[in-house]
């Protein structure tokens, strides 16, 4: 009796696995758990975050550009602060690398690895001019300084245009000396201060420029089509599983009646 109902049994399950629909409520029991399964990856948020470090980092290039010019000017300059500007930037561009390989080995999609390589080498180029511009120009503005004591001690030799030429050095703007004729006490020193302002001039031209900010827009770019595609996607996740779930349902109830009916 027990090897009867057994043999029944069996016999039973051989013909029920050969029946089409019960093949097609695994598959779509397959595809409705993988349907979940992509839900449930966090692809949005990890674009969304890199998104907003991008986004950040141009907010931090923009302010450290407005220290920058105050650096430039002589006015109001805190060099403290100035340099950890500097070096947040440093630090977004070596930690957005290394996020960006942590992204590659978790299967994300990824921008090109020369566009990262270039903007971290950008960056960090861009850094290492500035912190050589801070630290020259203070010191020129002490110098300048120096020069305007010496130039109020002999009022009655200077020229107009002197101050005028040595104001807009200060402003950052490269000055020639021409046809100037000075007193041999500031002589030497306008000379030297004029020319180390030609080479921090030079300086200020290798930063001050939207290199790094082009870079960055085009990772910004690439994160958000990102995004945009995982949004897309997520919003026809939920049709899908709906759609799958209906046809689920009449398949197993087909299922079921053909078994009642067999």
């Given at each position: 009796?027990?090897?009867?109902?057994?043999?029944?049994?069996?016999?039973?399950?051989?013909?029920?696995?050969?029946?089409?629909?019960?093949?097609?409520?695994?598959?779509?029991?397959?595809?409705?758990?993988?349907?979940?399964?992509?839900?449930?990856?966090?692809q949005v948020a990890v674009y969304s975050q890199y998104v907003k470090s991008l986004c950040?980092?141009?907010?931090?290039?923009?302010?450290?550009?407005?220290?920058?010019?105050?650096?430039?000017?002589?006015?109001?300059?805190?060099?403290?602060?100035?340099?950890?500007?500097?070096?947040?930037?440093?630090?977004?561009?070596?930690?957005?690398?290394?996020?960006?390989?942590?992204?590659?080995?978790?299967?994300?999609?990824?921008?090109?690895?020369?566009?990262?390589?270039?903007?971290?080498?950008?960056?960090?180029?861009?850094?290492?001019?500035?912190?050589?511009?801070?630290?020259?120009?203070?010191?020129?503005?002490?110098?300048?300084?120096?020069?305007?004591r010496l130039m109020e001690m002999n009022s009655s030799d200077i020229?107009?245009?002197?101050?005028?030429?040595?104001?807009?050095?200060?402003?950052?703007?490269?000055?020639?000396?021409?046809?100037?004729?000075?007193?041999?006490?500031?002589?030497?020193?306008?000379?030297?201060?004029?020319?180390?302002?030609?080479?921090?001039?030079?300086?200020?031209?290798?930063?001050?420029?939207?290199?790094?900010?082009?870079?960055?827009?085009?990772?910004?770019?690439?994160?958000?089509?990102?995004?945009?595609?995982?949004?897309?996607?997520?919003?026809?996740?939920?049709?899908?599983?709906?759609?799958?779930?209906?046809?689920?349902?009449?398949?197993?109830?087909?299922?079921?009646?053909?078994?009642?009916?067999?």
């Amino acid at each position: 009796m027990n090897g009867q109902t057994k043999k029944t049994i069996a016999e039973t399950l051989h013909m029920k696995i050969q029946t089409p629909w019960i093949w097609l409520v695994v598959v779509l029991t397959i595809c409705l758990t993988a349907l979940f399964y992509v839900s449930q990856k966090p692809q949005v948020a990890v674009y969304s975050q890199y998104v907003k470090s991008l986004c950040d980092y141009q907010f931090a290039d923009a302010s450290l550009m407005r220290s920058m010019e105050r650096v430039r000017s002589g006015y109001e300059v805190d060099s403290a602060v100035v340099l950890a500007q500097m070096m947040t930037l440093r630090e977004v561009a070596l930690s957005f690398e290394a996020g960006i390989q942590k992204l590659e080995q978790s299967g994300f999609s990824a921008p090109p690895a020369a566009s990262v390589s270039q903007f971290k080498s950008s960056v960090l180029a861009k850094v290492s001019c500035l912190q050589r511009y801070l630290s020259e120009r203070l010191a020129w503005h002490d110098d300048l300084e120096r020069v305007y004591r010496l130039m109020e001690m002999n009022s009655s030799d200077i020229d107009l245009s002197l101050l005028r030429k040595l104001d807009s050095a200060r402003a950052g703007y490269d000055v020639l000396l021409d046809d100037l004729v000075l007193p041999e006490s500031i002589n030497k020193r306008v000379v030297s201060l004029l020319e180390k302002n030609r080479n921090l001039h030079n300086v200020w031209n290798q930063f001050d420029n939207d290199k790094t900010l082009s870079v960055s827009d085009e990772l910004l770019h690439f994160f958000q089509m990102e995004y945009v595609k995982e949004i897309s996607l997520s919003a026809k996740v939920p049709l899908a599983f709906y759609f799958l779930s209906l046809v689920l349902l009449l398949a197993t109830f087909f299922f079921i009646f053909k078994s009642n009916k067999d």
